[in-house]
């Protein structure tokens, strides 16, 4: 149920209302919008919500029940964007930032050099991987918290914020003191606990899709983080398991928009994980930058054809260099009314 606040309640009536709330033991959440408040009220165990505990108090401007299954994630209780920031890095105010490194840190010398190329490129995030959810247990895995110092390294050297991913919560709690923001990956999409502990932080979240889950899914696992009480969110699209054989997963563009009409939070799209052939990458990307996502993510890598993972997907810089050229003229083409 959602309760919206009067444009000229009091501080004492929405305090009111969250006392209230809490007696009954269920859990407010405020919502702070553009010139309204409004207090999302959630059930613990499934308990119904008795509407007769709030009529008739003061400052309410209306109450409306919440029809979708996710509440704070959803577009019916917040209709403004939510703008998550990642360092200086805003998503979610109608432009298209964009995140780009290797899939894993290698080296030193090799994530710097990718950090440089990419900054030049025009990126403004750098992402690379010290804890890899690889498929076969003989495959890097990452350098683990050794490449910590590395990840600090660039953000000194090139003033680009941090993005990288955990695995699981002992993962988590390493990385939080140092990224600028903390991936779950397509495969922990649903690893509830992962939720939870991302949900008590105050670092950004990347939630990617997981490779089966359906827009409901992917928002239902984004909801689990928000309840925690962390709106800070983006949403990225990496590409679903279908029968094909032509490409590592198929890149779903038409989730982008509707994602972003069901939910409040950003929604970025990387083409890298959906194709999983360099080739593919950059006609996807592009077609990316015409849905008018809130960012994406490019796998580059300074030698693609050494690298310890993903390489096959991993632009050349030069490559990456051209894409970006073309991705803002077509992002922004797109989001031209004539
Ligand atoms: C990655 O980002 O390198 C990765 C493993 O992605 P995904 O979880 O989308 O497969
Ligand atoms: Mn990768």
Known sequence: ?????????????????????????????????????????????????????????????????????????????????TIVKIGNVCFGDNSMPVIAGPCAIESKQQALEIAEIVKKAGAVIFRGGLFKPRSSPYSFQGLGKNGLKILIKIRKETGLAIVTEAMDIENFNILEEYADAIQIGARNMQNFSLLKRAGKSLKPIILKRGMCATLQEWLMAAEYIINKGNNQIILCERGIRTFVKHSRNTLDLSVVNTAKQETHLPVIVDPSHAAGIRDQVIPLALASAAVRPDGLMIEVHNKPNEALSDGAQSLFPNQFKTLMKKAKAIYSLAGKTN
């Open 1 to 81: 149920m959602l309760i919206i606040m009067k444009k000229i309640a009091t501080k004492k009536q929405i305090q009111n209302i969250i006392i209230i709330a809490e007696e009954k033991n269920y859990k407010p959440h405020i919502i702070s919008g553009k010139d309204k408040v409004s207090i999302a009220i959630l059930n613990n165990n499934n308990e119904i919500i008795n509407l007769s505990n709030f009529l008739g108090l003061d400052g309410i401007e209306e109450i409306i029940p919440i029809t979708k299954s996710y509440k704070l994630v959803s577009r019916e209780i917040k209709q403004d964007n």
